[in-house]
T-cell receptor, first 113, second 115 residues
């Protein structure tokens, strides 16, 4: 079964600096998708970024980018120029040949002014 | 605006009572999902539906029931058989399901507590 591991329960960053959140996953599939979702204090989940495994180029969305290492089964999220509004829980998720998305347990990000 | 509406925002259940959480979407999505979120845990799938009048159990379906009579609606009933129902419940939808490419759109959630 596919598993998703986020090894950092909590992280903190100073405003305007860069932070990287880690995610590893386990799968035997060759074609799949990876996601980062953000859950702010409002608790509504929002898609941050999506990566297709067959694409070697790392996905980027404005200040958010990923470092996708397929062989290592690693999918980290980099947030540049951190803003106070980036404070949230971040969940990594895997979507593959199975019938459902698998989520990690999340990383709580604190942004210090 | 298109989106997913969950109600109520807060819900309290008495011992032995069944309660129903509402989820409505106007995104014209085929697939809908119910997730449970406990503190310190990721999202765990309760039930999902790919099409009207059809649904499948997720990882933690025991003590829950669903229906999908309309494309727009996917209510979740927490039955008295669910002995630990206190949690945050999230409803989601996606255009398709099973491709692994599901971009999920989430509602704002319902916090269920036991009195």
């Amino acid at each position: 079964a596919q598993t998703v591991t986020q090894s950092q329960p909590e992280m903190s960053v100073q405003e305007a600096e860069t932070v990287t959140l880690s995610c590893t996953y386990d799968t035997s599939e060759s074609d799949y998708y990876l996601f980062w979702y953000k859950q702010p204090p409002s608790r509504q989940m929002i898609l941050v970024i999506r990566q297709e495994a067959y694409k070697q180029q790392n996905a980027t969305e404005n200040r958010f980018s990923v470092n996708f290492q397929k062989a290592a089964k690693s999918f980290s999220l980099k947030i540049s120029d951190s803003q106070l509004g980036d404070a949230a829980m971040y969940f990594c998720a895997y979507g593959g040949g199975s019938e459902k998305l698998v989520f990690g347990k999340g990383t709580k990000l604190t942004v210090n002014p | 605006d298109g989106g997913i509406t969950q109600s109520p925002k807060y819900l309290f259940r008495k011992e032995g009572q069944n309660v129903t959480l509402s989820c409505e979407q106007n995104l014209n999505h085929d697939a809908m999902y119910w997730y449970r979120q406990d503190p310190g845990q990721g999202l765990r799938l309760i039930y999902y539906s790919q099409i009207v009048n059809d649904f499948q159990k997720g990882d933690i379906a025991e003590g829950y029931s669903v229906s999908r009579e309309k494309k727009e609606s996917f209510p979740l009933t927490v039955t008295s058989a669910q002995k630990n129902p206190t949690a945050f419940y999230l409803c989601a939808s996606s255009i398709d399901h099973g491709t692994g490419n599901e971009k999920l759109f989430f509602g704002s959630g319902t916090q269920l507590s036991v009195l």
